[in-house]
């Protein structure tokens, strides 16, 4: 990639009040995302976008982590703005999503439900590459859950039948049926909702952004609503309500752990089809985001910002862009932070806040090429406005 071709463009587009736009960016970044994909099986497998954890206490070792969730976000965001693309770049998505869908086999469930795993499935896994903590590989290995899942089978666009069984299954796991959350607001506790975990021994874990991730599974199908997704948008609406998601986001989406990325979470759940119960809060939410891009934030904290906006068909303020930086620093930055493993949302209310307040048992997630699709899908967004 010619990085400070692209470096000068990024500047143009993001300084500039007129909205010119260059296929030449989009070309770069899909350029740039192929080249990140795992091309021979090594410590990631083939068709696999590499990503790295870091512990939040000890930020200064990385380590290689093999799951499929940013896979399956970069391959189900490609897919969503694939029609706004030049044939030529529609090729390199489609190649892109081929190289991808085959891995996804590795982390299916291990007797072949439609259900996927954060981790590998073929060889039980926890933190990969962990050294000692590997020992409790089998013992210790995580349930399915539904945000890998709904995201992997919208990526690997599953037939209708196989929504249907997986949205028919997911009705098992809900708060109240295997068993009942203790870590959440009073407020909610109640509520018949999704929980994360495909776990019949797991505890049950909610997560507004997650919840966003299932709902969109269920309007993208068109699948009936049962009263497990009411009560999941009921949880939604109870949680704006309390403005929840501005003052404890850790606690209410703990494996995202930011009120920008709920924000963003929503606006795409909400911008797919309107959920009346959701629009009321339309203005209220537009009006967070507009007073966070406001405050000094990282780059592409900026960019998710300014996503959900046009998400809700709004203008977003200028992204500054740091000209001391090379592009490699503005966009495959590893302070970034999209997803985190939060070990804490499991544990009972007092020790889930201490432990997400101290920061105890929690790893934040990089990946070098989900960062450079959300640049990308926000210049998208940003062309479908002006058009």
Sequence with gaps: MKFNCLLLFLLFFYTNKSNAFDTTIVTQLLQRIDQLQVKENGIFPKGLFPSYRTYALNQDRQKAD?????????????????????????????????????????????????????????????????GWMNLFNKSQSLPDDMDDTVIILMALKANEKTADNIHLLMQDYINGGKGKINNTFSSISHLPAYSVWFGNRMPVDFDISVLSNVLYFVQEYKLPFTKADSSSVQLIVKVLEEKKHITAPSFISPHYGSSEIILYHLSRLMALKPIPELEKFKPMLIQQAL?????????????????????????????????????????????????????????????KKSFTTSKLGTFKYYCPAYNNVLLLENIILHQKLVN
């Design 66 to 130: 093999i799951n499929p969730f940013f896979t399956g976000l970069i391959v189900f965001t490609l897919d969503r703005i694939k029609d706004q693309l030049t044939p030529y770049q529609q090729k390199l998505v489609e190649q892109i999503s081929l190289n991808a869908k085959p891995v996804f086999k590795k982390f299916k469930n291990r007797k072949d439900r439609d259900t996927y795993n954060f981790w590998p499935t073929d060889s039980a896994q926890i933190f990969p590459n962990s």
């Design 291 to 351: 007073e966070m891009q406001e405050k000094q934030k990282p780059f592409l904290l900026q960019v998710l910002l300014s996503s959900t906006l046009l998400n809700w068909g709004i203008k977003p303020s200028l992204i500054t862009v740091n000209k001391k930086q090379s592009l490699t620093q503005i966009i495959e930055d590893e302070q970034f932070s999209f997803f985190i493993a939060n070990m804490a949302s499991m544990l009972p209310n007092q020790l």
